[in-house]
C-alpha cells in the first residue's frame, strides 16, 4: 500500500445511491420490511470540479460508515422529498451484515401510507435510494483507468421509496444540493501519480457518461460527438418541460449549471416545497388572536365579584383590581356605561332593573359567577359511594339495559365421528332510566340593591352540596333498600348467596365468612368467578371497629392475633348507612372486576348544571340548577352484606 500523497477539502452536496427491499419479509400486522441500502459496490459518477467521471466505492467497513443517524430514526420518504407529509416511515435498526448495509423500516399508520404499503406488497413499489453525505475519500489512481472515490468516511441519513431509479445503468443517482446542505469532504490520494499523464475526456469516455463504440483500442469521434449532442438535448428538453409544468423559472439556471434530470426533479421539488412553506408562513403572520373588549371586561368584573365573595380561593388579577370594592349595584352602573348607556339620573331601582336587562353583560357575569360557585361546591362535597361503583353516561332519557352476559358453553369431546355439538350462553338483564331533578332560585332587583353577594355564590354552593348529595342518596339508597332486582329477589338474599346466614359483629370469622362467600360466587353458567371483596362499607358507627380489622399497623404479640385483613380491605364509612342500620356491614368488590352498582349521568351533562333566564313573574333574573342522573345494583355478586349483632 502506498502513502498518501496530498489532500483537498470540498463542499458536496447529499448523495443517493438505488437500493433494494425484500418484500418477503413485509410483516403487514408490525408494518415493517427489510431493505438493503448499499451493497458498496462501485458506481461511475461525475466531478464537476474537475470536469471528468470517476468510479465511487462506499467501503463497508464499520470503522467507516458512521450509523447513528439511521439508528436515531432517521426517516423513510418518497423522493427524497423532507417534508413532513413526503415522511411515510421511520428506520426503525440498520445494521452492516456480510458485506451490506441493512435496515428494518416501519411505515407509519396515517390513511395515505396504506396505499404506498399495498404497492410494496403487491411488488409495485420496489425502488430505494440512500442519501447519504461523505465526509472523506481515499482517491486511488491507476494509469489508463478512471480513478476510483472510496468513500471512508460516510454517513447514510435517510431511506426513500423512488418511482423511477436515478441511473437505470449504474443503479445509482446523484443528488442535487437541497436546501444548499453541503458537507465538507476530504479528498486524499493513495496511489502514485500516473506517469503518462491522466485519462482525458474522449479518450475513454463521452461527456454523458455513454461508453463509445471500440474497435480494439480505436475510437469512434463521430459517435462520442452524437451521443453526447443527443443526451444534451434530452436533457434540456427534460428541464425545460419540468419547470413548465410546475410553473417555477428555474430552467436557464440548471442547464446552465449542467445539472441532470434527477437533479433538476429534486430542485423543483425542493423549490416548490420552500414557496409553499412560505406562502404558508405569509398567511400566518397575518393572523392574530384578539380577546373581545366585552369578554375581557366581563372577565374583569366576574373576578371581583368571586374575590369579594372568597378571597383565599379566587385571587384579584390585574385586570379584575378595577372593579375591587365596588358594590354590586355600582358594578351594574359601570358595565351600562361601558356599553354606552347614560345612567345619570337613574334611582336605584331603575339602574338595577336596566343592569338586570337580558341584553346586558350583568346577568352573563352573574350567571357565570353563579355556576362556578355551584360547580365548586359540588365537586367539594364527599361522595363515598364512588370507589366501589362504575360510571356510565347515557345519550338520552330512554330505558338503559344493562346485560349480563354468561360464560361460553363448556367444551366438550368430540366424538369419534368428529361431530361438533352446539353450546349456549346464559343471559340476565337490569334496566334503568335517567331522572331530572332541578329547582329555580330568583334573583330580582332587591337583591342586587341590598348588595346581597350571597345569592349568586352562598346559594349556589347550596345547590351544588345538594346535587351532591342527592346522588349520594340514591346509590346508598340502593344498598340500604335492598330493592327486587330483575329476578324478582332482593339485592342481598340467600337466593343470591350474598347475604350472611347468621347475625355477626365485624371479626375475623366473620369476615372470613363473607369473603368466602364472595370467592364462592358462580356466573350465570354456573362456574365460579372468585369475586375479591375490596371494600368493607360499615356505618358511621362502626368506624373504629372496620380501621381495627383493616388497619396494617397493628402489631401482634401471637399468632392468633395476626389480622389477616390488613390492607386487604378498604374501609368506607358511610352515615346514611347508620338511619337503615347501625350494627349491618357490607362488603364490595372492585368495579373493575365485577359490576356492582352504576351511575349514569346523561352525556356532556355529568354533574349539575345551570341555567339562566329573565324573570317573567319576578322582577329580575331566575336560575335553574338541573341534574340529569340516575343509578342502578346491576350485579349481586360483586356485594355481600351482614345484618350485624
Not at 384578539?290 to 383565599?312: G, M, Y
Not at 365468612?513 to 365460579?528: E, P, Y
Not at 397493628?554 to 389480622?563: A, E, F, P, Q, W
Request: with cysteine; charged share 25%; proline share 4%.
Amino acid at each position: 500500500m502506498t502513502t498518501p500523497q496530498h489532500e483537498t477539502r470540498r463542499a458536496l452536496p447529499v448523495q443517493t445511491r438505488e437500493a433494494s427491499f425484500q418484500p418477503a419479509t413485509l410483516n403487514e400486522e408490525t408494518r415493517t420490511v427489510q431493505l438493503v441500502w448499499s451493497t458498496g459496490a462501485r458506481v461511475r459518477r461525475y466531478d464537476w470540479w474537475e470536469d471528468r467521471h470517476y468510479e465511487e466505492e462506499l467501503s463497508l467497513d464499520a470503522a467507516h460508515v458512521r450509523m447513528d443517524r439511521l439508528n436515531a430514526g432517521a426517516p423513510l420518504l418518497k423522493d427524497h422529498c423532507a417534508s413532513l407529509d413526503a415522511t411515510i416511515g421511520v428506520v426503525e435498526r440498520a445494521w452492516l451484515e456480510a458485506g451490506e448495509g441493512r435496515a428494518l423500516v416501519r411505515f407509519s399508520e396515517r390513511a395515505d401510507v396504506a396505499p404506498i404499503m399495498a404497492d410494496v406488497k403487491a411488488g409495485i413499489l420496489r425502488n430505494i435510494s440512500v442519501g447519504y453525505t461523505v465526509r472523506k475519500y481515499e482517491v486511488i489512481k491507476e494509469e489508463g483507468k478512471l480513478d476510483i472515490y472510496r468513500a471512508v468516511d460516510w454517513e447514510p441519513a435517510e431511506l426513500s421509496f423512488v418511482a423511477i431509479p436515478a441511473d437505470a445503468s449504474a443503479q445509482v443517482r446523484s443528488a442535487p444540493e437541497v436546501g444548499g446542505e453541503r458537507t465538507e469532504c476530504v479528498f486524499f490520494n493513495r496511489a502514485q501519480p500516473a506517469t503518462k499523464g491522466e485519462p482525458k475526456m474522449g479518450d475513454h469516455e463521452t461527456p454523458a457518461g455513454n461508453a463509445p463504440a471500440e474497435t480494439g483500442n480505436t475510437v469512434n469521434a463521430d459517435q462520442v460527438r452524437e451521443a453526447a449532442i443527443a443526451a444534451e438535448r434530452a436533457r434540456v428538453g427534460e428541464i425545460n418541460q419540468l419547470c413548465k409544468r410546475h410553473n417555477v423559472q428555474l430552467a436557464d439556471k440548471l442547464i446552465a449549471d449542467g445539472a441532470t434530470i434527477e437533479q433538476a426533479r429534486a430542485v423543483i421539488l425542493e423549490h416548490l416545497a420552500v414557496r409553499d412553506s412560505a406562502g404558508t408562513t405569509s398567511r400566518m403572520t397575518h393572523i392574530e388572536t384578539v380577546q373581545d373588549e366585552t369578554d375581557t371586561r366581563r372577565a374583569a368584573v366576574e373576578n371581583a365579584i368571586l374575590n369579594r365573595a372568597s378571597p383565599a380561593k379566587h385571587k384579584l388579577d390585574d385586570n379584575g383590581r378595577q372593579y375591587r370594592g365596588l358594590s354590586l349595584l355600582e358594578l351594574g352602573r359601570s358595565l351600562l356605561e361601558a356599553q354606552g348607556v347614560n345612567t345619570r339620573g337613574m334611582d336605584k331601582l331603575q339602574l338595577a332593573q336596566r343592569a338586570m336587562h337580558g341584553t346586558g353583560d350583568f346577568p352573563a357575569i352573574l350567571a357565570n359567577v353563579a355556576n362556578k360557585t355551584l360547580r365548586a361546591a359540588y365537586e367539594a362535597a364527599p361522595q363515598t359511594f364512588r370507589p366501589f361503583t362504575k360510571q356510565a353516561g347515557a345519550p338520552d332519557f330512554k330505558q338503559i339495559q344493562r346485560t349480563q352476559v354468561g360464560d361460553a358453553p363448556n367444551l366438550v369431546k368430540v366424538n369419534e365421528h368428529g361431530e361438533f355439538t352446539y353450546g349456549t350462553i346464559g343471559e340476565g338483564k337490569e334496566t334503568y332510566q335517567l331522572a331530572t331533578y332541578g329547582r329555580i332560585i330568583a334573583i330580582t332587583r332587591q337583591t342586587i340593591i341590598n348588595d346581597d353577594l350571597g345569592a349568586f355564590t352562598d346559594m349556589p354552593a347550596k345547590f351544588g352540596r345538594a346535587a351532591a348529595d342527592l346522588e349520594s342518596d340514591i346509590v346508598w339508597g340502593i344498598v340500604t333498600s335492598n330493592a327486587a332486582m330483575a329476578d324478582t329477589v332482593a339485592l342481598f338474599h340467600a337466593d343470591h348467596g350474598n347475604l350472611a346466614a347468621a347475625n355477626a359483629a365485624i371479626a375475623v370469622a366473620s369476615l372470613g365468612l363473607a369473603r368466602a362467600a364472595m370467592r364462592k360466587q358462580t356466573s350465570l353458567d354456573g362456574r365460579v368467578i372468585n369475586v375479591t371483596p375490596a371494600y368493607l362499607l360499615v356505618p358511621a358507627a362502626l368506624e373504629t371497629i372496620a380501621h381495627q380489622f383493616t388497619s396494617s399497623a397493628y402489631v401482634s404479640t401471637k399468632g392468633l392475633d395476626i389480622n389477616p385483613f390488613a390492607g386487604a380491605l378498604q374501609p368506607i364509612v358511610e352515615p346514611r348507612l347508620d338511619v337503615a342500620s347501625a350494627t349491618a356491614w357490607y362488603l364490595a368488590a372492585d368495579p373493575a372486576q365485577i359490576d356492582t352498582i352504576e351511575y349514569c349521568y346523561l352525556e356532556g351533562n355529568e354533574g349539575v348544571y345551570l341555567e339562566t333566564r329573565n324573570g317573567f313573574e319576578i322582577d329580575g333574573m331566575e336560575i335553574k340548577a338541573r341534574l340529569d342522573f340516575a343509578a342502578k345494583a346491576i350485579d349481586h355478586r360483586g356485594l355481600f352484606k351482614n345484618i350485624g349483632a
